[in-house]
């Protein structure tokens, strides 16, 4: 369960080519199994030559569009790109959505794609089609291939269960308010992640490089959380590590947190501080082993969050639920000082809400989804995570919406990533801005499919969107005129940017 302690604790592409005969498999790593949420695996191969054009210079204007197979005889997953980064290892990630319906989506580790003097790809991530995850998984031991596992998502055990710690939360200074940062779509806050991980969730996943694909998955997922919950910030991850053993299986996550948040605790805890003092870290997310039916994470839950809550910086997430319910960014949402939706803090016997209270998640009035710090247990079987924080903007695909005045985890999000982002001062000092404005004014916006600072060479796309009585008429970019007039556009951040978008108006 998701457990949280207040504050001590172009062309389509053909990419995935099958084994001749597709077997069904033995128990899927990551701990699946013949499990009752699993429809059906089979073990296929990755070639190497569909993806030889993502190592070369990318170009920018139109978003490219792949297909991405699925199990043999079935129909491909056909995706517009919306995020592109090559890492100095040769690895690729590759995101995007369903052009008809947006809220189908990939987000692919394509391990090797560009390694230098060969070598085997593979892959790692998921699909999202509907109530259906199709997660990707390498086999270290079968270089080359990887496990397809077709997953219902109504069978999945409840992402969470009663239980979870309440404190009071921290009191300020009377007499001294807090002079809080602000963050805007042009100018949004980096905050710089420690991502250690256990010897047992190196184990679980079969290797760092799949270790080291989890996180990625889950820092994609959370950047992508932040944007569509219109929230100007970004995660970085500064350093990773594996840390030593300790002895037995990693316990519950309420324990790893405990001996991860103790600077004096030898086995977890001194390494994480020094680290994070090291690299200048504002967030510690540990990784563990941990059994579904134990608990999927635990994290540090700052209320409200101000300069003065830096040491409430800590979680703890399970490498399962990090793709099964998009939980690193429920853990850390904790840390942003994000709550439950309001069922599961009555269920749990959390803090009652005050009567001005509104941060809390949201679970669709029709039970088919729930935002990122709601629980699936107030609405089971029939509603899957939604890879969003509980917001008064968004609606899903049926017109239900995420959120309202008085249940709204984005509000608190805008208010805390700054002052989180301020923590530690950064190391970092090569990443990149993208300044977004529009021409003439009120003549439409622009939304980002991530919000920067960027790191070097990574691609985004970004989206036009006319105001009633006008027609998109193109973009400028860094003040040129582009010839292209489709509402995306990619755009790469090899060097600080700046994109216009314009509009006539209607004829």
Avoid at 294 to 310: C, E, H, K, M, Y
Wanted: contains cysteine.
């Amino acid at each position: 369960m998701r457990r949280s302690l207040l504050v001590a604790c172009t062309a389509a592409t053909a990419l995935l080519a099958p084994l001749p005969l597709a077997k069904a498999a033995p128990p899927a790593d990551g701990g699946y199994g013949h499990e009752p949420w699993v429809v059906r695996t089979a073990v296929l191969r990755a070639n190497a030559k569909e993806f030889a054009s993502l190592c070369r210079t990318q170009k920018e204007g139109v978003p490219e569009t792949r297909t991405f197979r699925l199990f043999p005889g079935t129909r491909g997953f056909t995706a517009m790109r919306d995020y592109y980064h090559k890492d100095a290892n040769g690895t690729v990630y590759w995101d995007g959505y369903d052009p008809k319906k947006p809220e189908n989506t990939v987000s692919l580790s394509i391990i090797g794609a560009c390694t230098r003097g060969g070598g085997h790809t593979t892959l790692d991530g998921v699909i999202e089609i509907g109530t259906k995850d199709y997660l990707f998984t390498p086999l270290p031991k079968q270089p080359g291939k990887y496990r397809l596992t077709e997953i219902d998502t109504l069978k999945l055990p409840p992402s969470g269960k009663p239980g979870d710690t309440v404190t009071l939360p921290r009191a300020g200074r009377p007499g001294h308010p807090e002079k809080t940062p602000k963050a805007d779509n042009n100018n949004p806050v980096a905050i710089d992640l420690l991502i250690p991980y256990t010897p047992a969730a190196v184990t679980e996943l079969g290797g760092v490089p799949e270790v080291q694909a989890r996180i990625r998955y889950g820092v994609s997922q959370l950047n992508k959380a932040f944007a569509t919950s219109h929230v100007p910030a970004s995660v970085h991850v500064v350093h990773s590590y594996q840390t030593s053993p300790f002895g037995g299986a990693d316990q519950d996550a309420s324990t790893l947190l405990n001996k991860i948040n103790k600077r004096a605790d030898l086995t977890l805890g001194s390494t994480a501080h020094l680290n994070r003092d090291l690299y200048g870290a504002d967030l510690v997310a540990l990784l563990a082993s941990i059994p579904a039916e134990n608990s999927s994470g635990s994290a540090d839950l700052p209320i409200p969050v101000s300069s003065r809550t830096s040491e409430s910086a800590y979680s703890v997430t399970s490498v399962l639920s990090v793709m099964d319910w998009d939980n690193l960014g429920h853990e850390i949402g904790h840390n942003l000082g994000m709550r439950h939706d309001r069922k599961t803090v009555a269920n749990n016997g959390e803090t009652p809400p005050g009567p001005d209270d509104t941060n809390f998640g949201w679970i669709t009035s029709d039970n088919k989804f729930h935002t990122l710090m709601a629980y699936s247990t107030p609405c089971r079987p029939t509603c899957k995570v939604i890879n969003q924080y509980s917001n008064t903007v968004n609606k899903t695909a049926d017109g239900k919406i995420l959120g309202d005045a008085k249940n709204n985890n984005a509000a608190i999000a805008q208010l805390a990533t700054p002052l989180v982002s301020d923590y530690r001062a950064t190391k970092v000092t090569n990443r990149h801005t993208l300044t977004m404005s529009v021409s003439p004014s009120g003549g439409g916006s622009i939304t980002v499919s991530e919000f920067g600072p960027y790191d070097p060479g990574t691609q985004v796309t970004l989206t036009a969107h006319p105001a009633a009585g006008f027609v998109f008429a193109g973009w400028e970019v860094d003040g040129v005129k582009q010839s292209d007039t489709t509402t995306n556009y990619q755009i790469t951040m090899d060097k600080n940017r700046s994109v216009v978008a314009l509009f006539d108006r209607a004829p």
